[in-house]
């Protein structure tokens, strides 16, 4: 892991435009600002990348450069870029070399790069495993945690959802009902069994379990209920009240 005074490694990647960006080149001509994030077009990135753009003239005042870096792809970095008017480059690391570079990692058991590992330690997460996108049930709860969601950012939560679905069908599962939290693909349940979230119906339907992570990144509370997802939400406001007591 690159920590505090270790000099900056210089790399090769291309942005946006498909233009090649050496970093060497930019070392030394100005304080670079170089923030690694999950996924293009994702709430939280979506948020950081606006907030950069809000304030990239203040940053420009101060000297600096801004780069964004994930793994997507040119063609999706211009989409990002294009649908939220951002002013800096944002470089294409596909196949995650200068992540590995930086040794920049990853957390909720490799589900998730880089950004996120400020979550763990940082805020208390809300994990909520679900059985599908855009059944009535999951929609009702990924709705109820939707609408509650300013309540658990000012209680220092930060809520993730959990299934099995493709990055495909989470996006337009988000996007169909304006979920404002990030939602995590476990294609193949790896994570779920990890978790020994149990099934349903002699094993037909995958549990619909809730977990509590604490700042100290110890699982504090746990709510188990197939049949009652908005119980989930209030649950968890439970759990979190009372670790805030």
């Known amino acids: 892991m690159i920590k505090v005074d270790d000099y900056c490694p210089g790399f090769k990647l291309l942005n946006q435009d498909s233009m090649s960006i050496d970093m060497s080149e930019q070392l030394g001509n ?30 420009q005042d101060l000297g600096c450069t801004v780069f964004g870096i994930s793994s997507d792809s040119t063609k999706s970095h211009k989409k990002f870029a294009n649908n939220h008017q951002l002013p800096f480059d944002l470089l294409s690391d596909e196949g995650g070399k200068i992540r590995k570079l930086f040794a920049v990692p990853t957390n909720l058991f490799g589900l998730i790069p880089g950004r996120v590992t400020e979550k763990l330690g ?6 909520f495993f679900y059985p599908k996108d855009d059944t009535p049930g999951c929609t009702k709860e990924a709705c109820r945690f939707r609408d509650t969601h300013q309540d658990f950012q ?18 337009k599962f988000a996007a169909n009902h304006q979920l404002p939290f990030d ?3 476990d294609e193949g349940g790896k994570i779920r069994k990890l978790f020994a979230v149990p099934t349903n119906l002699f094993g037909l339907i995958p549990g619909r379990v809730t977990y509590i992570i604490g700042k100290d990144k110890k699982i504090h ?15 968890a406001l439970e759990f979190v009240k009372q670790l805030a007591v």
């Open 221 to 235: 509370g746990i709510y188990n209920s197939q049949t009652d997802p908005i119980g989930h939400v209030s649950k």
């Open 30 to 59: 100005s304080i670079i600002i170089l923030f690694f994030y999950p996924k293009d077009d994702t709430p939280g990135c979506t948020k950081e990348a606006c907030r950069f753009r809000d304030t990239h003239q203040d940053f």
């Open 183 to 185: 939602l995590l693909s």
């Open 154 to 171: 000012d209680l220092g939560c930060t809520v993730f959802g959990i299934s099995s679905d493709s990055t495909k069908s989470h996006k």
């Open 122 to 127: 940082n805020s208390i997460i809300i994990l």
